[in-house]
């Protein structure tokens, strides 16, 4: 009997129902679908969460990585990651610091504020966030982040995961053991990116690392993730780990229609690619919901999309130079009609080389 059968086996409502439909739960959260967007910070803010969902398929959101005080004086940057809408459902938060009084106090702030779900970041490989004890530096110290988590899950009723890496290097492999403590602690799910730290975003995802976290856990969903950007590297995920659901990070940036297709394909309808229309209708929307969240401000912030922008959907260069620097709706409008004319130019080229990860020695990150 395999892992996952097992699991079936173990808790035959929640799992005949997981089965069945492709709906499943995170504590007592139903979720609509198992595949997730991954926190990719400074791209999957509001706007662009509720454009791709609006596209289909998608289970869980969260947003990017939140400052725990920062978070509790409501500074102005910590309040923009958090905003958002009913349509932006299901959402979790995740928060990252290094002391339990502050993870406990931004768990206890955002229960108050009527989010459902919070989820502890301890995978980023910053230094900024490390130096403090945050992120993957949590993965170093498991008694520290065995308190941590059972303190923030003791100080709010909302489901409470964990975001990890397989350890620090691959000499201090820690995810199977944090991940069977963290469900003796009371985590409704853990979501796992196949590296170590020291990888930072090198090297190939590692499949058997995830399963070894699956193989950990007695009744938790284990969300596999790292470099899925297509239906087959899904299903391939599922297959090599077990995991419940999947996060997608960069490869939703690449192709936000992915959740779409994975749905499709496994309710045995014909996946089908955008068209162009529909490419340039997603780059229309984007804007129009970022508009809608910063007013006049979503200009100078929709610029940082041009270069994607272009490569994804072959935006002719003239047309692209535009798009880093227009000034106002009503020129953004000009734009994007003249981009619907002339779409098919410019022949488009891969996307995800723009989506910077840092490089160099991670210590230095
Ligand atoms: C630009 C960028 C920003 C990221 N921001 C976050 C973040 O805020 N929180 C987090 O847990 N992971 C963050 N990650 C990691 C991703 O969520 C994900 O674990 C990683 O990119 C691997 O998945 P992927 O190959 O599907 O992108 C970030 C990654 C990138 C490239």
């Known amino acids: 009997m395999s892992k ?7 808790n035959p409502e929640v799992r005949a129902e997981n089965r069945v439909a492709d709906t ?27 454009a791709i969902r609006e596209l289909g398929g998608l ?9 725990a005080t920062q978070l509790c004086g409501e500074h102005r940057h910590s309040m ?30 955002l229960e108050n504020h009527g989010y459902q779900g919070i989820d502890i970041n301890m995978g980023c490989p910053m230094a900024k966030v490390n130096g403090k004890g945050g992120g993957a ?28 890496r397989l350890g620090w290097d691959r000499d201090s492999i820690s995810a199977p053991y944090l991940a069977r403590r963290f469900e003796a602690a009371g985590i409704s799910a853990i979501t796992i990116h196949g590296r170590t730290r020291q990888q930072g975003f090198q090297g190939a995802v590692d499949l058997d690392g995830i399963a070894a976290t699956v193989a950990a856990v007695e ?3 284990i969300i596999g993730n790292g470099d899925v950007r297509t239906i087959d590297e899904a299903e391939q995920m599922h297959q090599k780990t077990g995991c419940t659901a999947i996060a997608i990070g960069r490869g939703a940036m690449l192709d936000p229609w992915i959740f779409r297709k994975i749905s499709d394909r496994r309710n045995g309808q014909v996946v089908r690619e955008p068209t162009g229309d529909e490419q340039i209708d997603f780059l229309v929307r984007h804007f129009e919901l970022m508009t809608e969240q910063h007013a006049e401000r979503s200009c100078t912030l929709f610029r940082k999309f041009a270069a994607w922008y272009g490569a994804r959907l072959g935006i002719p260069e ?20 003249e981009i619907r004319e002339r779409h098919g130019e410019r022949q ?18």
């Open 4 to 10: 996952q059968e097992d699991l079936y086996r173990m």
């Open 24 to 50: 499943f739960a995170i504590g007592d959260r139903k979720i609509p679908s198992r595949y997730f967007l991954a926190p990719l910070a400074g791209y999957t803010h509001l706007a662009f969460r509720r």
């Open 59 to 67: 289970g869980l959101a969260t947003t990017d990585l939140v400052h």
């Open 80 to 109: 923009e990651l958090v905003e958002t809408h009913p349509e932006d459902s299901p959402l979790s938060v995740q928060i990252f610091g290094g002391s339990v009084d502050q993870l406990v106090a931004a768990a206890v702030w």
């Open 137 to 164: 530096r949590l993965l170093c110290d498991a008694d520290l982040a065995c308190r941590l988590v059972e303190s923030v899950v003791a100080s709010v009723t909302i489901p409470v995961t964990v975001k990890m």
């Open 219 to 221: 009744n938790i969903p």
């Open 318 to 337: 003239d047309l692209e130079n535009r798009l880093r620097r227009f000034e106002g709706v009503a020129e953004f409008e000009r734009i994007a009609a």
């Open 348 to 365: 488009s080229t891969v996307a995800t080389a723009l989506i910077k990860v840092p490089n160099g020695p991670v210590e230095r990150w």
